[in-house]
């Protein structure tokens, strides 16, 4: 079956520090693709370039060299407004630390990328609610960031990162500040998602029973992909070895 | 370890460091400059002769900017204060102790006072010594003598001041530092302000503000009633009416604009979310700037009237500049040479009981009247900008003989009769000649009339019949009354515009995240620096609207002692726009530079 992916990229390069000074090469020639409906997980160890290559995927940092195309739009063909307005359409972005705005009610939070794109407040009243019930945060909506816990406040952070729809999202280690229960909260959520709604999704993790709910995972090691393993017809349980075991060979 | 580190903090943000810096020296330079002049003995001297009470205004004066003073230390600290805190909470991680920090905070804000205040006085001290000669014989109509603008006592008032209000906030930073939590210093504060409406309070709120702004006005305004208490009963009541105003009004405003449609698009309700974060941090700043915003502007617009009307009043008391008796051809020369309005010579002839003037020089020149009466109706005036003038019949001379014994140089005066030329002539005493003048613009024709009253030997103004000698007595009046309005003004306004900037700037350290998360989700900069301009516009506006408003009332407070205290009110309000604009515009600057995040997709 041959399908476009969502996201493709080609020998990507990321040198971090200006010429003359001192450098560092983050990313050393990463190539990959997303299909459309598909849930991949990026392990590593620490300093392996797995946030380097997630913020350059985001159009929140420039790779020195290398292609990336987001649902067919080449990154480095968008110019000046064109960057904040794909980042708000196309991409929806989850943080460890939930990066939600603690001035603003989470209901608020949430329609925040809708009004950004100038969607007028009737348009997005429904979106919203849509959103919000499907990840079971309908009570929460009036209230502010400080006032729900760490897994609520995870769940508005995806709410918002998929209100305007995006060809795909992105997560940076989501599940890194929860507890375990939570952890498996979300993680159920963004499963039902990526599998209903045929939303892409890219998983940044630690954690391998996180990385068990994708269906692929690349091993990134000293800034390129060392490994790659897949799901398949395994169950999850056995996923979650294989995922243990390749940690186990590849450090 | 800790001073590195201390240093390296410093260096991170270098800009902000010397605006506050900047800021800290102007203001003591400021406070350096009025104190040598206003308490300078030579200066004082000087105006004591000519005026009663100039202390005393100037004693007022001092107290204000000390006051001002007061509180701008007090924004610049918590500037200094948000700043540090984060270092202060990586130290206290790192195990510096408690006591140890507490010392850290004491040292480096007296440092920063010291340096600050030492800098200001000597920059003061330069200013004073280049424009202070300049302004004060601007105001005061005269040079003055032994002017120092090294004056010791201003020293010691100055740096003993400073280093005073820099201990009491070294002790306020770290009795604040104590009682937070590492997390908190690291971290910021984030607890949100959820804005709510209790009708009832804010309606209690705003009747209650409306009422003490409206007895503040009337109070104002009927300033012959309420005599000195005016003061007193005008500042409590409208700082309190202010404040209860801002509290009930901003709430609900931004409430009213969250609600409706035109929040919902872009970052408009981000920005307004923004705005009311702090609400109760800012309903303080922002009634203290538009009772300061009052203050400044008011100053400087009673400064500039006061001059504008000495210039008006002398010329309006009389339809001659100068009278004199027989004056030398020296004396005539230099009057020729001014710009003249007019200029008549009479003759006549005195005895011991009578003076003689001939009929029929009156005749063919009359003598001209202002038609000015004291007190002035409102009529009058409105014309007195350009005063016209009328010429007197012989009927009316004889019927008011008074304007024209005003013009004889001699004291006590002494009655007059006209007469023939023929009798004129018969009269067995030597003839003498009254020239009269009137110069186009007193003002411009200052210095020259100084020479003239030179060339006639030098004699006191007062005893000098005519617009100019009450143009001197006045302006020396005024004068002291100008500069203080003028000078204190612009002091004040430097001050409150940076007051508020220190106050918005001290919160960017911890608004900096917010500004990245949005940049994350995809705000364009473009609309991230829109908001910022909206944001801080509303902080800068809102008082400005205010303190207009209590100034266009509180002017009436002058109408007792000025002709019109609104006269050209367009100059103070520019001066004070522009001044507040570019604040404004350093404001923004400053902010973006501290929260617009550098992470970007460099193309
Ligand atoms: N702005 C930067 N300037 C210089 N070097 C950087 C920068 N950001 C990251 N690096 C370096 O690039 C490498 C990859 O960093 P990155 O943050 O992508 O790692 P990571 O895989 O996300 O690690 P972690 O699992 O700890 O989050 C690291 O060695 C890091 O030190
Ligand atoms: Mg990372």
Redesign the pocket.
């Known amino acids: 079956m041959t399908m476009t992916p969502v996201v493709s990229v080609r020998d990507l390069h ?1 040198t ?2 200006k010429t003359g000074q001192k450098q ?1 090469e ?2 050393k020639g990463i190539s990959f693709d997303v299909e459309t409906d598909e849930f991949v997980g990026i392990m ?12 350059i995927l985001a159009t929140l940092d420039a790779p020195t060299s290398g292609e990336v195309e987001i649902n067919q739009q080449v990154l480095a063909n968008l110019k000046g407004n064109q960057i904040a307005d794909f980042r708000a359409k196309q991409v929806g972005f989850i943080f460890q630390d939930f990066n939600l705005l603690e001035n603003l009610t989470n209901y608020e939070n949430i329609a925040l990328p809708l009004s950004l794109q100038n969607i007028s407040r009737k348009k997005a009243q429904p979106e919203v609610q849509r959103i919000a019930k499907q990840l079971n945060i309908e009570s929460l909506l009036e209230k502010y960031p400080t006032e729900i816990s760490g897994g609520q406040k995870q769940r508005v952070a995806a709410a918002r990162a998929l209100v305007s729809h995006p060809a795909i999202l992105f997560g ?2 989501p599940t890194g500040a929860l507890d375990s229960n939570s952890a498996r909260d979300l993680l159920e959520m963004l499963n039902t998602i990526n599998h209903d709604q045929q939303v892409p999704i890219l998983l ?1 993790t ?1 954690d391998p029973f996180s990385a068990s709910y994708c269906q692929r995972i690349l091993f ?1 090691k000293d ?1 390129k992909i060392g490994q790659e393993i897949k799901k398949g017809t395994h169950t999850r349980q056995q996923f979650y070895q294989a995922i243990l075991d390749t940690l186990g060979t590849f450090d | 370890m800790l001073n590195k580190l201390a240093f390296a903090g410093v260096k991170s943000r270098l800009k902000d460091y010397v605006v506050l810096f900047f800021g800290l020296i102007m203001s003591s330079a400021i406070f350096y400059m009025f104190e040598s002049l206003a308490t300078n003995k030579a200066f004082i001297k000087a105006n004591a002769q000519q005026i009663t009470g100039a202390n005393f205004i100037f004693l007022f004066g001092a107290i204000l900017l000390t006051i001002i003073t007061l509180v701008y230390v007090f924004y610049a600290n918590s500037f200094l204060m948000s700043m540090r805190r984060h270092d202060y909470g990586l130290f206290m991680m790192l195990g510096a102790k408690q006591s140890k920090i507490g010392q850290l905070i004491l040292v480096e804000t007296m440092a920063i006072g010291t340096i600050a205040s030492v800098i200001g006085t000597i920059i003061g001290w330069g200013f004073t010594a280049s424009v202070g000669p300049f302004l004060m014989s601007r105001m005061i109509g005269n040079k003055l003598q032994h002017f120092n603008a090294f004056y010791v006592p201003a020293i010691v008032t100055t740096i003993v001041l400073y280093l005073i209000l820099f201990l009491i906030a070294g002790i306020i930073n770290r009795l604040a530092l104590t009682k937070t939590s590492v997390l908190q210093l690291l971290k910021g504060d984030s607890q949100p302000n959820r804005p709510v409406l209790k009708p009832v309070s804010q309606l209690l709120q705003v009747v209650v503000g409306v009422l003490l702004l409206m007895l503040g006005y009337y109070a104002m305004s009927h300033v012959e009633k309420f005599a000195l208490s005016t003061i007193p009963i005008g500042l409590v009541t409208i700082v309190l009416g202010t404040y209860f105003l801002f509290n009930a009004i901003f709430v609900w405003l931004i409430l009213l604009l969250k609600r409706s449609g035109w929040a919902s698009l872009g970052l408009r309700n981000f920005t307004l979310s923004q705005l009311s974060f702090r609400l109760h941090n800012y309903t303080k700043i922002l009634s203290v700037v538009s009772i300061l915003i009052a203050l400044s502007l008011g100053a400087i617009t009673v400064g500039i009237g006061m001059q504008k009307q000495v210039t008006a009043l002398s010329t309006a008391s009389e339809a001659y500049t100068m009278a004199i008796k027989n004056p030398s051809r020296h004396t005539n020369h230099l009057i020729d040479k001014l710009t003249l309005d007019t200029k008549v010579t009479y003759q006549q002839k005195e005895t011991s009981k009578i003076i003689y003037y001939r009929a029929d020089q009156f005749k063919d020149r009359p003598l001209e009247f202002t038609g000015f009466q004291s007190p002035l109706n409102s009529k009058q005036k409105n014309r007195l900008a350009s005063p016209t003038y009328q010429n007197l019949t012989s009927t009316q001379l004889t019927q008011h003989p008074e304007k024209l014994m005003a013009l004889q140089p001699n004291a006590p005066q002494k009655p007059f009769r006209l007469v023939s030329r023929t009798t004129f002539n018969k009269l067995p005493v030597h003839a003498q000649r009254l020239t009269l003048f009137r110069v186009k613009n007193l003002q411009a024709d200052k210095t020259d009339l100084k020479h003239i009253v030179t060339s006639m030997g030098n004699p006191a103004v007062d005893t000098v019949p005519g617009a100019y000698g009450t143009f001197v007595l006045a302006t020396a009046m005024f004068g002291g009354l100008e500069f203080m309005g003028f000078f204190l003004g612009i002091a004040f306004l430097a001050m409150l515009a940076s007051c508020l900037m220190f106050k918005i700037l001290s919160g960017a350290a911890t608004d900096k995240r917010r500004y990245e998360m949005l940049n994350k989700i995809g705000a364009r900069p473009s609309r991230l620096r829109a908001s910022i301009a909206r944001e801080i516009l509303v902080l800068f506006v809102l008082p400005a609207i205010v303190g207009v408003v209590h100034v266009l009332f509180g002017l009436l407070m002058f109408k007792v002692l000025m002709l019109n205290p609104y006269y050209q009110i367009w100059l103070p309000f520019t001066i004070f726009f522009v001044l507040y604009m570019i604040y404004y515009i350093i404001t923004v600057r400053l902010y973006e530079h501290i929260v617009l995040p550098k992470l970007r997709i460099d193309n």
């Not at chain 1, 590593?44 to 913020?55: H, P």
């Open positions: 990321k971090y520090g560092y983050a990313l590593g160890a620490s300093g392996s370039g797995k946030t380097t290559l997630l913020n940076d280690e940044v630690h990134i800034g």
